[in-house]
């Protein structure tokens, strides 16, 4: 029984770091994408279903499975937005966290049985699994949060350089298309992730989207108002034939300006955070450390006296 149990944590730990690697690959094909969505659209008048199908190599059969699970279907889709806001574009990415968050999940409960007592009953090890259970389905949810709010922030970070180098580029003459292109070049290496991001939508337009829908679809992808702002302003522009490059350098004023108020304001919250790890963390142990050989002093002179009366 335990060479089972040995074997299935390996197997866990094997899908685990397997799923990871491959999800941390940076692979984004958007005139793949585009292509899938045109077919999509051509057979099903991109619907879900068209997604979960069996067939079409391993993880597809494993993401259709996985949903046939009541429930956990809308977990898929959550997961999936999730993913795609965190910067995890590739089509297999969806496979691949639900195997990582399975392989977790397994992991966990193996571990949680192997470690309980021998004699223990039944329903005492069952009840023992809730932890583990519980453990294993949140966490990597709350992982997923985190570098979906780290992404944001860094493309929130790079938006006010970023608009501000595309109103100068516009500025001499140059198609938006050839400027998003110039500016994607610059800026691959300072603000990579901004960067992918113009990219993708540069490459769905020369797919032959509409410009005003890829930006769209920018906007659903990373979920932050300034680029949502950015891209009406980009489609207005194109829509009433107004010039661009001057709006670009007002508003690339005012997200400087914001960043520079989150900035202050994260300053301002920073004295309110030591007060809380001052109290919680470093006042218990100076208490400890002055009051402490005091009490055993004190402690040392009360018997002292008591033995002396008794004698």
């Known amino acids: 029984m335990a060479i089972l149990f040995f074997i299935l944590m390996f197997a866990a730990l094997a899908a685990m770091g397997w799923s990871a690697f491959q999800l941390l690959q940076p692979q984004e094909n958007p005139l793949d ?19 979960r199908k069996l067939g079409g190599g391993f993880l597809n ?19 999936e937005q999730l993913l795609r806001q965190a910067g995890f574009r590739k089509r297999e990415a969806l496979a691949l966290f639900a195997m990582f968050n399975l392989a977790f999940l397994l992991f966990l409960l193996v571990g949680s049985w192997i470690v309980q007592e021998e004699g223990k009953p039944l329903f005492s090890k069952a009840l023992g699994l809730a932890p583990a259970f519980l453990l294993g389905w949140l966490l990597p949810k709350q992982v997923l949060y985190r570098l979906m709010k780290r992404y944001r922030a860094k493309l929130q970070e790079a938006l006010p350089d970023t608009v501000d180098l595309l109103g100068i580029v516009l500025g001499t003459g140059l198609a938006l298309d050839q400027a998003l292109t110039r500016v994607c070049e610059e800026m691959q290496f300072i603000y990579p992730e901004l960067s992918g991001e113009f990219f993708t939508v540069v490459m769905q337009v020369k797919a032959g989207q ?11 992808r990373t979920g932050i108002e300034d680029i949502k702002s950015l891209a009406a302003m980009i489609i207005q522009s194109e829509r009433f034939g107004t010039s661009l490059s001057q709006a670009l350098k007002v508003y690339a004023d ?38 402490v050989p005091a009490m055993l002093t004190m402690l040392n002179n009360l018997r002292g006296g008591i033995g002396a009366s008794a004698r």
């Open 61 to 79: 059969s494993f993401l259709y499975f996985v949903a046939l699970i009541p429930g956990v279907d809308s977990v898929l889709e959550e997961s």
């Open 210 to 220: 509409d410009r005003s829908k890829a930006f769209q679809q920018l906007v659903r």
């Open 33 to 51: 994408d585009r292509l899938d969505e045109l077919m999509a659209n051509r057979k099903q008048g991109g619907s879900r279903e068209a997604k």
């Open 254 to 291: 005012a997200l400087r300006m914001r960043r520079k108020l989150r900035g202050e304001k994260a300053v301002g919250e920073a004295g309110i955070k030591m007060v809380l790890a001052t109290v919680v963390f470093i006042l218990p142990v100076v208490f400890i450390i002055t009051l």
